[in-house]
């Protein structure tokens, strides 16, 4: 551990003059801040693109197994609404799917038993209930799990997804951060 001492000699070294060691600096800091900020040209700020699902995949065999993870937020609200989902600030949804064949167009959806649970930074556990999510109709159908888990944002997400299907299981691990 550092004396204290040795720390401000440190900071003493680094500075760039004798003027800035006086504590000139103290004034010189919020003037160079105005000066930076007026240095914007009057644009707005862009907003941050958005981000792209993290996803864990697991291939066995013919059959692969993804979940993914995203804002409900970000869901259209067609979709939402569709899906029985509410778009919310501080909630995130789960989306874990079960197919077979390696080719997406031809790839069909497997029926699986999914369990999954979301542990955040702090160590805090939550079982996420999932539920059979049908997109279509007929042997067409996709078939999915989605859970909602709640999110303290911003955090970061762990998910430990256990898969049960016709013929194996899987298990998923994965991390997704979540933002404001």
Known sequence: MNAPGHAR???RRRLPSPWLRGGAWIVCMPLAC???GACGGGTSPTPAAPVAPQEALAQVGDVQVRATALPTRSLGEVVA????????DDTAMLLVSVRKG????????????VTATAIDLRGNRQAVVMRELRSGDGPGALLDAVGIVEVD???TLRFEVDVAYPGGNAQLVFVREFHP
């Open 9 to 11: 000699a440190t900071l």
């Open 34 to 36: 105005v000066l930076l």
């Open 81 to 88: 609404k569709r899906h029985g989902i509410t778009r919310a």
């Open 102 to 113: 390696l080719d997406d167009a031809t790839a069909v959806s497997l029926p699986a038993r």
């Open 153 to 155: 944002v911003p955090d």
